[in-house]
């Protein structure tokens, strides 16, 4: 069954922090795994986690700058892993799978942003889509059995309005033939985000897993902006005369507590029971635009308009995705 991407009056706004998302929510007996869960967004959504009582893994590939960077996060489980790595993956996954544990809440968090230069990861792909795309597909695919075992497992991939820079460029994905652009780049892996929640919840629903694509708002405070100039963040509105960010939800322009509402709401929202395959804002249903925008975006435009654009919520270009994933990172989701 589909779920109609459409807002469905979830009762919060832009300006909803993740503890209220979680108002009333108990997660005590649940298993989380969050990526990039030590540092922004992710840091955040291991907080509240913990706060409501589940258990909560954070993989990192430098587990010392994790652990520092956690030290008031009580509780937090830090794990090595490396996202452009498949060893890296295989080995965190199985140490996982081992313990017996049901996973019920997946949220893959951790993201790079605008690489000013082309780099490409050991297995020759375009980094961007390596680390936000595939690390994360890999993941997903090899926790599968624990998904499956808690019977009511949830997957919220952490996606961006930035996927209307680009969709997802399957003759070319990795630049070989074309001129590379940080922008396009950076927007043909949040569109792979998204098409993946929605095949992934289409796959998973006979499972019980279902599967959420979400864009957190304009958080400059996170770290993922670092190779974006003051200029161009000035230029979109994100930050003053004097570098420092400028809150303003009606804009989309939000705090830490602010972006992360919507990734929590997702991985724990009671209104969401059932429902899955769709992208997500401002703690709601995103509604999906009528046409596919002009010709070229701003940063400006990414942060303040709403809604997705409909090739990133394509059903057979999600499931066309998922077959070109799989052969690129040679995995079914069996873990085959």
Not at 113 to 141: S, V
Request: with cysteine.
């Amino acid at each position: 069954m589909f779920t109609p991407q459409a807002p469905i009056a979830s009762g919060f706004t832009a300006a909803s922090t993740a503890s209220e998302a979680m108002r009333g929510i108990d997660l005590t007996g649940k298993v989380a795994i969050v990526t990039g869960g030590y540092s922004g967004l992710g840091r955040e959504t291991v907080r509240v986690f913990l706060a409501t009582g589940a258990r909560v893994i954070v993989p990192s590939r430098n587990v010392e700058r994790a652990q520092t960077a956690l030290e008031g996060v009580v509780g937090a489980e830090i794990a090595s892993m490396d996202l452009v790595d498949p060893a890296s993956i295989d080995a965190f996954s199985k140490r996982f799978l081992e313990t017996g544990l049901s996973l019920h809440i997946l949220v893959n968090s951790a993201g790079i942003m605008a690489l000013p230069e082309l780099t490409r990861d050991a297995r020759g792909h375009e980094l961007q889509f390596a680390t936000n795309h595939l690390g994360h597909f890999h993941l997903t695919l090899r926790l599968w059995p624990a998904l499956v075992k808690a019977q009511g497992a949830r997957v919220v991939s952490v996606s961006s309005k930035g996927h209307r820079f680009s969709p997802v460029v399957f003759d070319d994905i990795d630049f070989e033939r074309r001129p590379y652009d940080p922008w396009v780049a950076y927007g043909q892996s949040k569109t792979a985000n998204i098409l993946f929640a929605v095949e992934l919840d289409a796959r998973g629903q006979k499972d019980r897993v279902r599967a959420f694509a979400v864009h957190p708002g304009g958080v400059v405070d996170t770290g993922l902006a670092k190779h974006v100039s003051m200029n161009a963040l000035k230029a979109a509105g994100a930050v003053d005369g004097d570098g420092k960010a400028i809150i303003d939800s009606a804009k989309g322009l939000k705090t830490v507590a602010q972006g992360a509402a919507t990734q929590v709401w997702c991985a724990t929202g009671p209104r969401l029971d059932g429902m899955g395959g769709v992208y997500c804002e401002d703690s709601d249903i995103a509604p999906q635009r009528r046409i596919g925008g002009k010709a070229e975006f701003s940063i400006g435009d990414s942060l303040h308009e709403t809604g997705v654009w409909p090739y990133a919520v394509d059903r057979d270009a999600a499931a066309r995705l998922w077959t070109v994933s799989e052969h690129m990172v040679g995995l079914s989701r069996s873990g085959s």
